[in-house]
Protein backbone atom coordinates (compact mmCIF):
# COMPACT_ATOMS: atom_id res chain seq x y z
CA UNK A 1 0.00 0.00 0.00
CA UNK A 2 1.30 3.52 -0.80
CA UNK A 3 2.06 5.24 2.02
CA UNK A 4 0.73 8.85 2.41
CA UNK A 5 2.58 11.15 5.02
CA UNK A 6 3.54 14.94 5.22
CA UNK A 7 7.12 15.94 5.45
CA UNK A 8 8.99 19.08 6.36
CA UNK A 9 7.43 22.35 4.66
CA UNK A 10 9.69 24.71 3.02
CA UNK A 11 8.52 28.41 3.01
CA UNK A 12 8.42 30.08 -0.54
CA UNK A 13 9.57 33.58 1.08
CA UNK A 14 11.26 31.81 4.06
CA UNK A 15 15.59 32.08 3.68
CA UNK A 16 17.25 28.47 4.41
CA UNK A 17 21.28 28.21 4.87
CA UNK A 18 23.25 26.03 2.87
CA UNK A 19 22.59 23.20 5.51
CA UNK A 20 19.41 23.35 4.50
CA UNK A 21 17.77 24.84 7.79
CA UNK A 22 15.01 27.70 8.23
CA UNK A 23 16.32 30.52 9.80
CA UNK A 24 14.24 32.74 12.11
CA UNK A 25 13.55 36.22 10.50
CA UNK A 26 11.80 38.36 12.63
CA UNK A 27 9.05 39.45 15.12
CA UNK A 28 5.69 37.77 14.97
CA UNK A 29 2.80 39.28 17.19
CA UNK A 30 1.94 36.97 20.11
CA UNK A 31 -1.10 34.93 20.23
CA UNK A 32 -3.31 34.76 23.33
CA UNK A 33 -3.89 30.77 23.83
CA UNK A 34 -4.80 29.02 26.61
CA UNK A 35 -3.03 26.39 27.22
CA UNK A 36 -2.22 23.53 29.23
CA UNK A 37 1.03 22.35 30.36
CA UNK A 38 2.32 19.38 28.57
CA UNK A 39 6.11 17.97 28.86
CA UNK A 40 10.70 18.85 29.93
CA UNK A 41 14.24 19.34 28.76
CA UNK A 42 18.40 19.75 29.53
CA UNK A 43 21.20 22.73 28.25
CA UNK A 44 21.62 26.28 28.44
CA UNK A 45 22.38 28.68 25.93
CA UNK A 46 21.50 32.28 25.58
CA UNK A 47 20.54 32.71 21.62
CA UNK A 48 18.90 36.13 22.60
CA UNK A 49 15.80 37.67 22.68
CA UNK A 50 13.07 34.87 22.04
CA UNK A 51 10.25 37.39 21.49
CA UNK A 52 12.01 37.92 17.91
CA UNK A 53 11.92 34.20 16.93
CA UNK A 54 9.55 33.70 13.98
CA UNK A 55 7.73 30.73 13.39
CA UNK A 56 8.40 28.05 10.87
CA UNK A 57 7.71 29.85 7.59
CA UNK A 58 5.57 28.09 5.07
CA UNK A 59 3.66 26.06 7.78
CA UNK A 60 0.07 26.37 7.15
CA UNK A 61 -2.82 24.74 8.74
CA UNK A 62 -2.94 24.94 12.72
CA UNK A 63 0.54 26.14 13.61
CA UNK A 64 2.37 26.19 16.67
CA UNK A 65 1.87 29.24 18.40
CA UNK A 66 4.35 32.01 19.08
CA UNK A 67 3.74 33.27 23.16
CA UNK A 68 6.26 35.58 23.07
CA UNK A 69 5.37 38.55 25.24
CA UNK A 70 8.82 40.09 25.55
CA UNK A 71 8.98 39.18 28.85
CA UNK A 72 10.79 36.18 30.05
CA UNK A 73 10.41 34.29 33.53
CA UNK A 74 13.86 33.04 34.37
CA UNK A 75 11.80 30.10 37.01
CA UNK A 76 11.30 26.80 36.67
CA UNK A 77 9.44 25.96 33.95
CA UNK A 78 9.40 21.98 33.86
CA UNK A 79 5.47 21.11 34.34
CA UNK A 80 4.35 18.72 37.01
CA UNK A 81 4.67 14.95 35.58
CA UNK A 82 1.31 14.59 36.91
CA UNK A 83 -0.75 16.84 34.00
CA UNK A 84 -3.48 15.61 32.31
CA UNK A 85 -2.81 11.65 30.50
CA UNK A 86 -5.83 12.96 27.79
CA UNK A 87 -5.62 16.78 26.81
CA UNK A 88 -8.99 18.11 26.45
CA UNK A 89 -10.12 21.37 24.12
CA UNK A 90 -8.81 24.20 24.35
CA UNK A 91 -5.75 22.51 24.92
CA UNK A 92 -4.59 21.53 21.72
CA UNK A 93 -0.49 21.68 22.11
CA UNK A 94 1.67 19.33 23.30
CA UNK A 95 5.65 19.96 23.54
CA UNK A 96 8.43 18.22 24.54
CA UNK A 97 12.16 17.85 24.83
CA UNK A 98 13.22 15.42 22.18
CA UNK A 99 15.15 12.38 23.93
CA UNK A 100 17.34 9.43 21.80
CA UNK A 101 17.51 7.19 25.26
CA UNK A 102 17.02 3.50 25.09
CA UNK A 103 17.87 2.43 28.28
CA UNK A 104 14.63 1.48 29.44
CA UNK A 105 14.01 -1.29 26.69
CA UNK A 106 17.66 -2.77 26.96
CA UNK A 107 16.93 -3.09 30.61
CA UNK A 108 13.81 -4.57 30.20
CA UNK A 109 15.28 -7.10 27.62
CA UNK A 110 17.66 -8.11 30.62
CA UNK A 111 15.27 -8.55 33.14
CA UNK A 112 12.85 -10.76 31.66
CA UNK A 113 15.84 -12.85 29.79
CA UNK A 114 16.49 -13.32 33.83
CA UNK A 115 13.11 -14.66 34.46
CA UNK A 116 12.06 -11.71 35.60
CA UNK A 117 9.11 -9.16 34.73
CA UNK A 118 10.24 -5.62 34.59
CA UNK A 119 8.71 -2.86 37.51
CA UNK A 120 6.48 -0.86 35.27
CA UNK A 121 7.99 2.09 36.69
CA UNK A 122 11.17 1.64 34.51
CA UNK A 123 8.77 1.33 31.56
CA UNK A 124 9.32 4.35 29.16
CA UNK A 125 7.63 3.96 26.02
CA UNK A 126 9.40 6.31 24.51
CA UNK A 127 12.52 4.50 24.88
CA UNK A 128 11.20 1.39 23.56
CA UNK A 129 10.01 3.30 20.36
CA UNK A 130 13.50 4.77 19.71
CA UNK A 131 15.55 1.31 20.32
CA UNK A 132 14.21 0.64 16.64
CA UNK A 133 15.59 1.96 13.43
CA UNK A 134 12.93 4.30 11.39
CA UNK A 135 12.74 4.99 7.45
CA UNK A 136 12.40 8.98 7.54
CA UNK A 137 14.07 10.93 5.17
CA UNK A 138 16.55 12.71 6.47
CA UNK A 139 18.16 16.14 5.99
CA UNK A 140 21.53 17.31 3.94
CA UNK A 141 22.77 19.33 7.02
CA UNK A 142 22.24 19.73 10.26
CA UNK A 143 19.01 19.97 11.67
CA UNK A 144 15.92 18.00 11.25
CA UNK A 145 13.55 16.29 8.46
CA UNK A 146 9.66 16.11 9.96
CA UNK A 147 7.93 12.97 8.71
CA UNK A 148 4.02 13.13 10.43
CA UNK A 149 2.01 9.92 9.50
CA UNK A 150 -0.67 7.89 10.87
CA UNK A 151 -3.23 4.64 10.78
CA UNK A 152 -6.54 3.93 12.48
CA UNK A 153 -6.69 0.79 15.19
CA UNK A 154 -9.71 -0.99 15.87
CA UNK A 155 -11.06 1.40 18.28
CA UNK A 156 -13.99 3.37 16.59
CA UNK A 157 -12.10 7.19 15.68
CA UNK A 158 -8.98 6.35 17.68
CA UNK A 159 -5.64 6.59 15.27
CA UNK A 160 -2.04 5.94 16.29
CA UNK A 161 -0.04 9.58 14.64
CA UNK A 162 3.55 9.16 14.92
CA UNK A 163 5.67 12.40 14.88
CA UNK A 164 9.40 11.28 13.28
CA UNK A 165 12.44 13.78 13.72
CA UNK A 166 15.55 12.46 12.07
CA UNK A 167 19.20 14.32 11.78
CA UNK A 168 21.74 13.38 8.91
CA UNK A 169 22.80 10.55 8.46
CA UNK A 170 26.20 9.96 10.38
CA UNK A 171 28.37 9.37 7.48
CA UNK A 172 27.80 12.59 6.08
CA UNK A 173 29.31 14.48 9.42
CA UNK A 174 32.89 14.63 7.22
CA UNK A 175 35.59 15.75 10.05
CA UNK A 176 33.94 15.64 13.49
CA UNK A 177 35.83 17.69 16.25
CA UNK A 178 38.17 16.01 18.36
CA UNK A 179 36.40 14.62 21.73
CA UNK A 180 37.48 15.08 25.12
CA UNK A 181 35.70 12.34 27.14
CA UNK A 182 36.02 12.03 30.63
CA UNK A 183 35.19 8.34 31.93
CA UNK A 184 33.99 7.89 35.12
CA UNK A 185 33.96 4.73 36.20
CA UNK A 186 31.91 2.76 39.15
CA UNK A 187 34.19 0.12 40.97
CA UNK A 188 32.25 -0.34 43.99
CA UNK A 189 31.67 -3.47 44.92
CA UNK A 190 28.52 -4.32 43.33
CA UNK A 191 30.73 -4.17 40.32
CA UNK A 192 32.36 -7.54 40.40
CA UNK A 193 29.24 -9.58 39.18
CA UNK A 194 30.11 -10.41 35.75
CA UNK A 195 28.85 -8.31 33.42
CA UNK A 196 29.76 -5.25 35.26
CA UNK A 197 33.23 -3.73 35.73
CA UNK A 198 34.55 -6.47 33.29
CA UNK A 199 32.53 -6.00 30.40
CA UNK A 200 33.28 -2.27 31.01
CA UNK A 201 36.90 -2.76 31.20
CA UNK A 202 36.63 -4.70 27.66
CA UNK A 203 34.35 -2.33 25.80
CA UNK A 204 36.59 1.12 26.80
CA UNK A 205 39.75 -1.23 25.72
CA UNK A 206 38.11 -1.78 22.21
CA UNK A 207 37.27 1.75 22.18
CA UNK A 208 40.63 3.32 22.56
CA UNK A 209 42.07 1.38 19.55
CA UNK A 210 39.49 2.63 17.77
CA UNK A 211 39.49 6.57 19.01
CA UNK A 212 41.36 9.22 16.69
CA UNK A 213 44.64 9.93 17.61
CA UNK A 214 43.69 13.81 17.89
CA UNK A 215 41.00 12.53 20.82
CA UNK A 216 41.68 12.61 24.33
CA UNK A 217 40.23 10.93 27.55
CA UNK A 218 40.70 10.94 31.06
CA UNK A 219 39.75 7.97 33.77
CA UNK A 220 38.32 8.61 37.07
CA UNK A 221 36.95 5.94 38.94
CA UNK A 222 35.09 5.97 42.44
CA UNK A 223 33.71 3.47 45.02
CA UNK A 224 33.51 5.03 48.80
CA UNK A 225 35.47 7.97 47.73
CA UNK A 226 36.62 8.98 43.56
CA UNK A 227 39.95 9.28 42.22
CA UNK A 228 41.62 10.12 39.01
CA UNK A 229 43.17 7.22 37.70
CA UNK A 230 44.20 9.57 33.93
CA UNK A 231 44.33 12.71 33.67
CA UNK A 232 43.05 14.24 30.30
CA UNK A 233 45.75 12.49 28.02
CA UNK A 234 45.51 12.51 24.05
CA UNK A 235 45.13 9.42 22.40
CA UNK A 236 48.39 10.08 20.15
CA UNK A 237 51.63 7.68 21.51
CA UNK A 238 49.92 7.41 24.84
CA UNK A 239 47.26 3.74 23.66
CA UNK A 240 49.80 1.64 26.14
CA UNK A 241 49.17 4.17 29.12
CA UNK A 242 45.84 4.57 28.78
CA UNK A 243 45.00 0.74 28.18
CA UNK A 244 47.27 0.09 31.40
CA UNK A 245 44.82 2.29 33.59
CA UNK A 246 41.67 0.63 31.97
CA UNK A 247 43.17 -2.75 33.16
CA UNK A 248 44.16 -1.95 36.53
CA UNK A 249 40.68 -1.14 37.63
CA UNK A 250 39.17 -3.03 40.45
CA UNK A 251 36.05 -3.42 42.24
CA UNK A 252 36.77 -2.05 45.90
CA UNK A 253 33.56 -0.79 48.21
CA UNK A 254 30.53 1.08 48.32
CA UNK A 255 28.75 3.29 45.56
CA UNK A 256 29.37 6.80 46.28
CA UNK A 257 28.38 8.08 43.10
CA UNK A 258 27.99 11.65 43.99
CA UNK A 259 31.51 12.28 44.46
CA UNK A 260 32.17 10.02 41.06
CA UNK A 261 30.28 12.90 39.50
CA UNK A 262 31.99 15.59 40.78
CA UNK A 263 35.43 14.49 40.78
CA UNK A 264 34.31 13.38 36.99
CA UNK A 265 33.66 16.78 35.96
CA UNK A 266 36.51 19.05 37.76
CA UNK A 267 38.03 16.54 35.97
CA UNK A 268 36.50 17.34 32.45
CA UNK A 269 36.76 20.94 33.39
CA UNK A 270 40.51 20.83 33.93
CA UNK A 271 41.36 18.85 30.95
CA UNK A 272 39.07 21.09 29.12
CA UNK A 273 39.58 21.44 25.36
CA UNK A 274 38.55 24.04 23.18
CA UNK A 275 37.36 23.35 19.94
CA UNK A 276 36.55 20.22 21.33
CA UNK A 277 33.72 17.83 22.33
CA UNK A 278 33.75 17.83 26.43
CA UNK A 279 31.89 14.72 27.26
CA UNK A 280 31.47 13.16 30.96
CA UNK A 281 30.37 9.56 30.50
CA UNK A 282 29.69 7.52 33.48
CA UNK A 283 29.54 3.71 33.76
CA UNK A 284 27.71 2.44 36.96
CA UNK A 285 24.79 -0.06 37.70
CA UNK A 286 23.54 3.19 39.86
CA UNK A 287 23.29 1.64 42.80
CA UNK A 288 24.08 4.79 44.73
CA UNK A 289 24.24 3.24 48.36
CA UNK A 290 26.79 5.95 50.10
CA UNK A 291 27.14 9.97 50.14
CA UNK A 292 24.59 12.03 48.38
CA UNK A 293 22.29 10.05 46.24
CA UNK A 294 19.81 12.74 44.74
CA UNK A 295 20.26 13.29 41.49
CA UNK A 296 19.39 17.23 41.67
CA UNK A 297 21.56 17.65 44.66
CA UNK A 298 24.82 15.95 42.16
CA UNK A 299 23.95 17.70 39.32
CA UNK A 300 23.39 20.90 41.24
CA UNK A 301 27.16 20.98 42.73
CA UNK A 302 28.56 20.50 38.92
CA UNK A 303 25.94 23.13 37.16
CA UNK A 304 28.45 25.54 36.42
CA UNK A 305 30.57 23.19 34.65
CA UNK A 306 27.91 21.81 32.60
CA UNK A 307 26.35 25.17 31.82
CA UNK A 308 29.77 27.38 30.95
CA UNK A 309 31.53 24.78 29.27
CA UNK A 310 28.69 22.98 27.67
CA UNK A 311 30.03 19.39 28.89
CA UNK A 312 27.13 16.96 28.30
CA UNK A 313 26.54 13.80 30.25
CA UNK A 314 26.26 9.73 28.56
CA UNK A 315 25.03 7.45 31.13
CA UNK A 316 25.79 3.66 30.02
CA UNK A 317 23.80 1.37 32.56
CA UNK A 318 25.39 -2.21 33.56
CA UNK A 319 24.13 -4.85 35.83
CA UNK A 320 21.00 -7.69 36.55
CA UNK A 321 19.89 -5.08 39.53
CA UNK A 322 20.83 -1.22 37.91
CA UNK A 323 19.53 1.78 39.16
CA UNK A 324 17.38 2.98 36.24
CA UNK A 325 15.83 5.34 37.73
CA UNK A 326 18.85 7.59 39.08
CA UNK A 327 20.95 7.09 36.08
CA UNK A 328 17.85 8.36 33.60
CA UNK A 329 17.54 11.63 36.06
CA UNK A 330 21.27 12.03 36.00
CA UNK A 331 20.82 11.92 32.08
CA UNK A 332 18.46 14.14 31.72
CA UNK A 333 19.18 16.75 34.31
CA UNK A 334 23.11 16.47 32.67
CA UNK A 335 22.11 17.58 29.08
CA UNK A 336 22.82 13.79 28.01
CA UNK A 337 21.72 10.37 27.32
CA UNK A 338 21.22 6.92 28.80
CA UNK A 339 21.61 3.38 27.55
CA UNK A 340 22.22 0.46 28.65
CA UNK A 341 24.54 -2.63 28.30
CA UNK A 342 24.11 -6.36 29.34
CA UNK A 343 26.69 -8.23 27.13
CA UNK A 344 30.17 -8.00 24.85
CA UNK A 345 28.31 -7.34 21.46
CA UNK A 346 25.39 -4.85 22.97
CA UNK A 347 29.07 -2.91 25.14
CA UNK A 348 30.55 -2.69 21.67
CA UNK A 349 27.92 -1.02 19.57
CA UNK A 350 27.33 1.31 22.45
CA UNK A 351 30.99 2.32 23.44
CA UNK A 352 32.09 2.00 19.29
CA UNK A 353 29.26 3.35 17.12
CA UNK A 354 26.62 4.92 19.13
CA UNK A 355 29.34 6.67 21.74
CA UNK A 356 31.05 8.60 18.45
CA UNK A 357 27.38 9.38 17.67
CA UNK A 358 27.53 11.21 20.80
CA UNK A 359 30.56 12.57 20.09
CA UNK A 360 29.16 15.17 17.18
CA UNK A 361 25.98 17.00 17.98
CA UNK A 362 23.90 18.29 15.43
CA UNK A 363 21.13 20.17 17.97
CA UNK A 364 21.24 21.91 20.87
CA UNK A 365 18.17 22.34 23.09
CA UNK A 366 15.97 20.69 20.79
CA UNK A 367 11.85 20.81 21.43
CA UNK A 368 9.11 19.47 19.48
CA UNK A 369 5.70 21.16 19.45
CA UNK A 370 2.55 19.20 18.14
CA UNK A 371 -0.78 21.12 17.17
CA UNK A 372 -3.56 19.61 17.05
CA UNK A 373 -6.89 21.01 14.72
CA UNK A 374 -9.64 20.98 17.78
CA UNK A 375 -12.05 20.75 14.87
CA UNK A 376 -10.97 17.65 13.77
CA UNK A 377 -9.38 15.82 16.97
CA UNK A 378 -11.52 15.81 19.93
CA UNK A 379 -8.64 14.25 22.24
CA UNK A 380 -4.91 13.07 22.46
CA UNK A 381 -2.41 12.02 24.18
CA UNK A 382 1.34 11.05 24.03
CA UNK A 383 2.86 8.01 24.64
CA UNK A 384 5.73 8.65 27.05
CA UNK A 385 8.08 11.47 27.65
CA UNK A 386 6.65 11.72 31.00
CA UNK A 387 9.75 13.21 32.17
CA UNK A 388 10.18 15.30 29.47
CA UNK A 389 7.34 17.69 29.72
CA UNK A 390 7.83 21.38 28.48
CA UNK A 391 5.54 24.59 28.94
CA UNK A 392 3.53 25.02 26.14
CA UNK A 393 4.57 28.84 26.19
CA UNK A 394 8.16 27.68 27.07
CA UNK A 395 8.37 26.16 23.17
CA UNK A 396 10.05 29.17 21.69
CA UNK A 397 11.75 30.50 24.84
CA UNK A 398 15.46 29.10 24.40
CA UNK A 399 16.44 29.77 28.07
CA UNK A 400 14.52 26.82 28.46
CA UNK A 401 16.41 23.58 28.18
CA UNK A 402 15.62 21.24 25.61
CA UNK A 403 17.54 17.99 24.26
CA UNK A 404 20.51 17.61 22.46
CA UNK A 405 20.97 15.22 19.41
CA UNK A 406 23.33 13.69 17.07
CA UNK A 407 24.08 12.64 13.62
CA UNK A 408 22.24 9.45 12.44
CA UNK A 409 19.62 9.88 15.19
CA UNK A 410 15.97 9.63 14.79
CA UNK A 411 13.43 10.62 17.39
CA UNK A 412 9.74 9.37 17.19
CA UNK A 413 6.95 10.87 19.14
CA UNK A 414 3.63 8.29 19.08
CA UNK A 415 0.09 9.79 19.94
CA UNK A 416 -2.78 8.05 20.54
CA UNK A 417 -5.78 10.76 18.75
CA UNK A 418 -9.18 10.17 18.74
CA UNK A 419 -10.96 12.09 16.11
CA UNK A 420 -14.18 13.91 15.58
CA UNK A 421 -16.57 11.30 13.80
CA UNK A 422 -16.57 12.45 10.40
CA UNK A 423 -13.37 14.42 10.77
CA UNK A 424 -11.84 15.95 7.61
CA UNK A 425 -9.07 17.95 6.69
CA UNK A 426 -6.15 18.94 8.59
CA UNK A 427 -5.39 16.83 11.67
CA UNK A 428 -2.27 18.45 13.04
CA UNK A 429 1.27 20.27 12.64
CA UNK A 430 4.29 19.46 14.14
CA UNK A 431 7.45 21.32 14.49
CA UNK A 432 10.79 21.18 15.82
CA UNK A 433 12.83 24.13 17.07
CA UNK A 434 16.24 23.59 17.78
CA UNK A 435 19.88 25.49 18.25
CA UNK A 436 22.99 25.24 15.97
CA UNK A 437 25.01 23.88 18.49
CA UNK A 438 28.51 26.12 17.33
CA UNK A 439 26.18 29.81 17.04
CA UNK A 440 23.34 29.31 19.16
CA UNK A 441 21.13 30.49 16.07
CA UNK A 442 17.71 28.91 16.62
CA UNK A 443 16.15 27.17 13.96
CA UNK A 444 12.51 25.36 12.88
CA UNK A 445 11.19 22.94 10.86
CA UNK A 446 7.42 21.52 10.58
CA UNK A 447 5.28 18.33 8.68
CA UNK A 448 1.78 18.36 9.15
CA UNK A 449 -0.73 15.53 8.82
CA UNK A 450 -4.33 15.44 7.00
CA UNK A 451 -7.25 13.19 7.98
CA UNK A 452 -7.11 11.44 4.24
CA UNK A 453 -3.53 10.98 4.55
CA UNK A 454 -4.55 8.04 7.91
CA UNK A 455 -3.68 4.48 6.68
CA UNK A 456 -6.80 2.16 7.17
CA UNK A 457 -5.40 0.32 9.67
CA UNK A 458 -2.11 -0.07 11.82
CA UNK A 459 -1.35 -2.95 10.35
CA UNK A 460 -1.24 -2.38 7.27
CA UNK A 461 0.56 0.52 7.54
CA UNK A 462 4.20 0.38 6.76
CA UNK A 463 6.70 -1.90 8.20
CA UNK A 464 8.52 0.41 9.99
CA UNK A 465 5.15 2.19 11.73
CA UNK A 466 4.25 -1.02 12.55
CA UNK A 467 7.40 -1.60 14.35
CA UNK A 468 6.89 1.79 15.80
CA UNK A 469 3.42 0.30 17.16
CA UNK A 470 4.30 -3.38 18.55
CA UNK A 471 7.52 -1.26 20.41
CA UNK A 472 4.25 0.85 21.89
CA UNK A 473 2.24 -2.00 22.43
CA UNK A 474 5.08 -3.59 24.62
CA UNK A 475 5.54 -1.09 26.74
CA UNK A 476 2.00 -0.58 27.22
CA UNK A 477 1.46 -3.85 27.92
CA UNK A 478 4.48 -3.84 30.74
CA UNK A 479 2.99 -0.76 32.42
CA UNK A 480 -0.31 -2.49 33.15
CA UNK A 481 -1.27 -2.83 36.61
CA UNK A 482 -0.21 0.92 37.49
CA UNK A 483 -3.39 2.97 37.09
CA UNK A 484 -1.10 6.01 36.04
CA UNK A 485 -1.53 5.06 32.61
CA UNK A 486 -4.37 4.42 30.05
CA UNK A 487 -4.09 1.45 27.76
CA UNK A 488 -3.56 2.51 24.16
CA UNK A 489 -6.05 1.80 22.08
CA UNK A 490 -6.94 -1.49 20.04
CA UNK A 491 -4.10 -3.00 21.97
CA UNK A 492 -3.77 -6.57 20.95
CA UNK A 493 -2.63 -9.31 23.90
CA UNK A 494 0.76 -10.54 24.01
CA UNK A 495 0.35 -13.70 21.89
CA UNK A 496 -0.18 -11.69 18.49
CA UNK A 497 1.93 -8.68 19.41
CA UNK A 498 4.41 -11.24 19.21
CA UNK A 499 2.97 -12.90 15.69
CA UNK A 500 3.45 -9.43 14.10
CA UNK A 501 6.96 -8.64 15.41
CA UNK A 502 7.75 -11.95 14.10
CA UNK A 503 6.29 -11.21 10.53
CA UNK A 504 7.83 -7.90 10.54
CA UNK A 505 11.19 -9.25 11.38
CA UNK A 506 10.86 -11.35 8.04
CA UNK A 507 9.57 -8.46 6.61
CA UNK A 508 12.42 -5.88 7.53
CA UNK A 509 15.19 -8.86 7.81
CA UNK A 510 16.32 -6.46 11.12
CA UNK A 511 17.59 -8.19 13.74
CA UNK A 512 16.61 -6.05 16.49
CA UNK A 513 13.01 -6.94 15.76
CA UNK A 514 13.91 -10.43 15.72
CA UNK A 515 14.86 -9.92 19.24
CA UNK A 516 11.22 -7.93 19.85
CA UNK A 517 9.41 -10.65 18.86
CA UNK A 518 11.27 -12.97 21.36
CA UNK A 519 11.60 -10.45 24.37
CA UNK A 520 7.54 -10.32 23.80
CA UNK A 521 7.30 -14.07 24.23
CA UNK A 522 9.48 -14.33 27.45
CA UNK A 523 7.29 -11.20 28.78
CA UNK A 524 4.10 -13.68 27.73
CA UNK A 525 5.40 -16.62 29.55
CA UNK A 526 5.85 -14.76 32.55
CA UNK A 527 2.19 -13.60 32.95
Known sequence: MERHRTRGTRGQRGIRGARGTRRLRGPLLALTVASGLLLTGCGAGDSGDSSSADRAEGATGFPAPDYSTGEQDDSDSTADDESRDIAPSPDHLSTFALDVDTASYDYARRTLADGRRPNPSTIRPEEFVNSFRQDYERPDGNGFSVTVDGARTQDEDWSLVRVGLATRSAEQR??????????????????????????????????????????????????????????????????????????????????????????????????????????????????????????????????????????????????????????????????????????????????????????????????????????????????????????????????????EVGPGHTVTALYAVRTEPGADGHLATATVRWQDPETRTPHEESGQLESDSLDDSVWSASPRFQVTAVAAYFADALRRGDDRWTSLPGAPGLGELADRAEELADTTEDKAVRQLADTIRQARHRG
Open 174 to 403: GERPPAALTFVIDISGSMSEPGRLDLAQESLGVMTDRLRDDDSVALVTFSDKAETVLPMTRLDGNRDEIHDAIDSLEPTFSTNLGAGVETGYATAVEGLREGATNRVVLVSDALANDGDTDPDSILERVDGARREHGITLFGVGVGSDYGDALMERLADKGDGHTTYVSDPDEARTVFCEQLPRHIDLTARDAKAQVAFDPETVAEFRLVGYDNRRVADEDFRDDRVDGG
